[in-house]
T-cell receptor
């Protein structure tokens, strides 16, 4: 597709369950980011994939959170044993190859809204 | 490490009035700076960006921002607010075009008739 696609758009789950959120970046984009947006908290960086390099996981809030990117394209963010404080909108973004016309702009999907009951 | 501070979580203006949304950054190297806008129930959209070229940057929808190194600021302005400008605005900083963006906590703009 032309833009960043995320699924599901909405997910309601029970505390303690695992959830998977999916992101399809813009075709050809080598960098992929996950952010979390909570009410009044702005955008919190979670994890960053750049090509074949080791991901920057410095923003993951706990070991219940993990992400992978298969084949350099689609990414899945997994939250294990969900807690109520995990409720937020999870945003995915992608960016093109470094250099050339790339000036660091991120292109965002519309997010996956997670509600943990 | 780089960071941004957005002063004022809520700003209210009358239609036709000047819009001023404040952003101050902290960075040990020349930064790349961005303003994004998020309309209700939508994703983030780039308004404008500074990448070490002209210090006055013009973006979409009549917005502009000026990079002031001496003040470590990148405030967003628009001369005349429209009702359609009501949204949340985020300032962000990175160290270059291969680095992660660090966002501020956002400023919600309300426009009254």
């Amino acid at each position: 597709g032309a833009g960043v696609s995320q699924s599901p758009s909405n997910k309601v789950t029970e505390k303690g369950k695992d959830v998977e959120l999916r992101c399809d970046p813009i075709s050809g984009h080598t960098a992929l980011y996950w952010y979390r947006q909570s009410l009044g908290q702005g955008l919190e960086f979670l994890i960053y994939f750049q090509g074949n390099s080791a991901p920057d996981k410095s923003g993951l809030p706990s070991d219940r959170f993990s992400a992978e990117r298969t084949g350099g394209s689609v990414s899945t963010l997994t939250i294990q044993r969900t807690q109520q404080e995990d409720s937020a909108v999870y945003l995915c973004a992608s960016r093109g190859e470094p250099g050339g016309s790339n000036t660091g702009e991120l292109f965002f999907g519309e997010g996956s809204r997670l509600t943990v009951l | 490490a780089q960071s941004v501070t957005q002063l004022g979580s809520h700003v209210s203006v009358s239609e036709g009035a000047l819009v001023l949304l404040r952003c101050n950054y902290s960075s040990s190297v020349p930064p790349y700076l961005f303003w994004y806008v998020q309309y209700p129930n939508q994703g983030l959209q780039l308004l404008l960006k500074y990448t070490s070229a002209a210090t006055l940057v013009k973006g979409i929808n009549g917005f502009e921002a000026e990079f002031k190194k001496s003040e470590t600021s990148f405030h967003l302005t628009k001369p005349s607010a429209h009702m359609s400008d009501a949204a949340e605005y985020f300032c962000a900083v990175s160290h270059g075009n291969t680095d992660k963006l660090i966002f501020g906590t956002g400023t919600r703009l309300q426009v009254f008739p």
